[in-house]
């Protein structure tokens, strides 16, 4: 039986606990601009909530993004931390694959066996990435990427990069506004370390450089 905290702070933030993939405690905000702040409280509730203590945990899954950098950062140093304090090993999701878990189930109803998830990655761009249906489960195609919206591969779309930009994706009802869930992360974590294989390295997905520049030499008066 896997028990597991998971985490994902590439969009909005959320926080779940889950036994072998059924949450048993959950939270998040809309909130995209205090992750750092909310996080550590959420974590203390939603294990109470669940009754669980941080030691008794089998892993900490956290959502590695694509992202941006403020929101990433926040997300994985709690779950470094988190990890380190409880001596638990910290495993990597890419979130766009917990979108696309979140979605597999619609996309297999409406008989979509390819489809991209799209969320926002602002300057007017999208962080998107192509799945197909594969033994009822979503498996990556191709990406994520970070581009226009009407780069994207033309297929149904899930997500809120498709609710964004209507007239360049195919955006499927229902799923315009959708986000990265920690709920999803950590299915996507749990059906992973059952077969073996699908968890990444613990390490922000940026795929575009920081807008933040590191300062050059100041100048000397008279120079």
Same mark, same amino acid.
């Given at each position: 039986?896997? &028990?597991?905290?998971?985490?994902?702070?590439?969009?909005?933030?959320?926080?779940?606990?889950?036994?072998? +993939?059924?949450?048993?405690?959950?939270?998040?905000? @809309?909130?995209?601009?205090?992750?750092?702040?909310? &996080?550590?409280?959420?974590?203390?509730?939603?294990?109470?909530?669940?009754?669980?203590?941080?030691?008794?945990?089998?892993?900490?899954?956290?959502?590695?993004?694509?992202?941006?950098?403020? +929101?990433?950062?926040?997300?994985?140093?709690?779950? /470094?931390?988190?990890?380190?304090?409880?001596?638990?090993?910290?495993?990597?999701? *890419?979130? &766009?694959?917990?979108?696309?878990?979140?979605?597999?189930?619609?996309? !297999? *109803?409406?008989? /979509?066996?390819? !489809?991209?998830?799209?969320?926002?990655?602002?300057?007017?761009?999208? $962080?998107?990435?192509?799945?197909?249906?594969?033994?009822?489960?979503?498996?990556?195609?191709?990406?994520? !990427?970070?581009?226009?919206?009407?780069?994207?591969?033309?297929? =149904? /779309? $899930?997500?809120?990069?498709?609710?964004? $930009? =209507?007239?360049?994706?195919?955006?499927? =009802?229902?799923? @315009?506004?959708?986000?990265?869930?920690?709920?999803?992360?950590?299915?996507?974590?749990?059906?992973?370390?059952?077969? +073996?294989?699908?968890?990444?390295?613990?390490?922000?997905?940026? &795929? *575009?450089?920081?807008?933040?520049?590191? =300062?050059?030499?100041?100048?000397?008066?008279?120079?």
């Amino acid at each position: 039986m896997a &028990l597991l905290l998971a985490l994902d702070s590439s969009a909005a933030a959320s926080v779940a606990v889950l036994r072998d +993939g059924e949450a048993l405690a959950r939270w998040a905000t @809309e909130d995209t601009h205090a992750h750092a702040e909310v &996080l550590a409280p959420a974590v203390r509730a939603v294990l109470a909530e669940a009754g669980v203590a941080g030691a008794e945990l089998d892993a900490v899954a956290v959502g590695v993004g694509p992202g941006p950098f403020t +929101g990433l950062r926040a997300g994985l140093a709690t779950a /470094a931390a988190l990890g380190l304090a409880w001596d638990v090993p910290v495993r990597g999701v *890419r979130s &766009l694959d917990a979108l696309a878990h979140d979605a597999a189930v619609d996309a !297999f *109803r409406h008989g /979509a066996e390819e !489809f991209v998830v799209a969320t926002d990655a602002r300057r007017r761009e999208v $962080y998107w990435a192509h799945y197909a249906q594969v033994g009822g489960q979503p498996t990556l195609l191709h990406g994520p !990427f970070v581009s226009a919206a009407d780069e994207v591969t033309p297929l =149904p /779309a $899930y997500g809120a990069g498709a609710g964004l $930009y =209507p007239e360049a994706l195919r955006a499927v =009802p229902g799923w @315009e506004a959708a986000t990265p869930t920690a709920v999803g992360v950590g299915q996507v974590a749990e059906l992973a370390l059952r077969r +073996g294989r699908g968890l990444v390295a613990p390490e922000p997905l940026y &795929l *575009r450089e920081s807008d933040a520049k590191v =300062p050059g030499p100041r100048k000397r008066a008279g120079a």
